[in-house]
């Protein structure tokens, strides 16, 4: 049995923060605004995850109203994500993702990115798929004040 899952997530860029994605510490001159670490990447993964198996979404489970997660690397929800798909019999098949930034590029960190995620899901490199693109500097992502995340799973029950 395949189940299916698509998560999205959007932040705020601002001054002052480190710039996390897909588990990776970017160099930039600005970096998401969220309660964690803000890596949209992840977080979509998250949804993505969650949603397939019908478990809520990520602010169910990790909640922004909870100091316990302030600031929390999103490889631990990641993780925490996996483990309640594991203790649902399932595995991920392959995870497909689409970033919507004006900058930085990103290009150079994939594979890394890629690795991080691959390891947290349980499969290979190949299976991870991050994708990039500009708005052509129209919207909040032109204008460097945001960047939005998508993600679509797969899950194969074991």
Known sequence: MYRIGSGIDFHQLTEGRDFWLGG?????TKGALGHSDADVLLHAICDALLGALSLGDIGVHFPDTDEAYRGIDSKILLQKTMQLIRNEGYEVVN???SLCLQAPKIKPYV???????????????RDISIKATTTEKMGFVG???GLVAYATVLLRKV
Do not use: F, L, Y
């Open 111 to 125: 594979p890394v990115m890629q690795q991080t995620i691959a390891a947290i899901a349980g499969v290979t490199e």
């Open 143 to 145: 204008r460097e004040e």
């Open 24 to 28: 990776v510490k970017i160099p930039h």
């Open 95 to 97: 995870i497909d993702t």
